[in-house]
């Protein structure tokens, strides 16, 4: 019985930190606002994923609750907000069709990510 329980212990002791680092490193960092005077541009890679550049060569991808339809084809997105931030709970209004699109998370992303996002689109 005390070497099941030693083995156990052992496992717990091991494994779980070596789990929770990888789910660390896999998590991103969520934003909940970004401010507009910081966005130099914002390329749609498809209908439910906005890349944002921003100053100072930083990026983050904004991914939307559902697909958006005509987002792509359209050609991108107006929004209104009176704060000078677009946040996570405003909404994007498709250019010419005028579907609306809502903000599920803001995501900081790495230049390399940036990049293979811009491939995709």
Same mark, same amino acid.
Request: glycine share 4%.
């Given at each position: 019985?005390?070497?099941? #329980? #030693? ?6 002791? #091991? ?6 680092? *990888? *789910?660390?490193?896999? @998590? *991103?960092?969520? $934003? $909940?606002?970004? !401010? ?7 390329? =749609? ?15 983050? +991808? ?5 697909? &958006? ?7 991108? #997105? ?10 996570? $709970?405003?909404?994007?209004? =498709? ?5 609306? &699109?809502?903000?599920?998370?803001? =995501?900081?992303?790495? !230049? *390399? $990510?940036?990049? @293979?996002? +811009?491939?995709?689109?």
């Amino acid at each position: 019985m005390k070497k099941a #329980f #030693f083995n156990i212990l052992i496992t717990i002791l #091991f494994i779980s930190p070596s789990l929770l680092a *990888e *789910e660390l490193d896999n @998590s *991103e960092k969520t $934003q $909940q606002c970004i !401010k507009l005077n910081n966005i130099k541009s914002t390329p =749609v890679i498809d209908n439910k994923t906005i890349l944002v550049e921003l100053t100072g060569r930083k990026f983050k +991808r904004i991914d939307l609750m559902n697909r &958006c339809p005509g987002l792509k084809i359209e050609g991108g #997105f107006s929004y209104s907000t009176s704060i000078n931030k677009l946040c996570i $709970q405003d909404a994007l209004r =498709v250019l010419n069709s005028g579907g609306i &699109c809502m903000i599920d998370k803001i =995501v900081d992303i790495s !230049k *390399e $990510q940036a990049k @293979s996002l +811009r491939k995709k689109s």
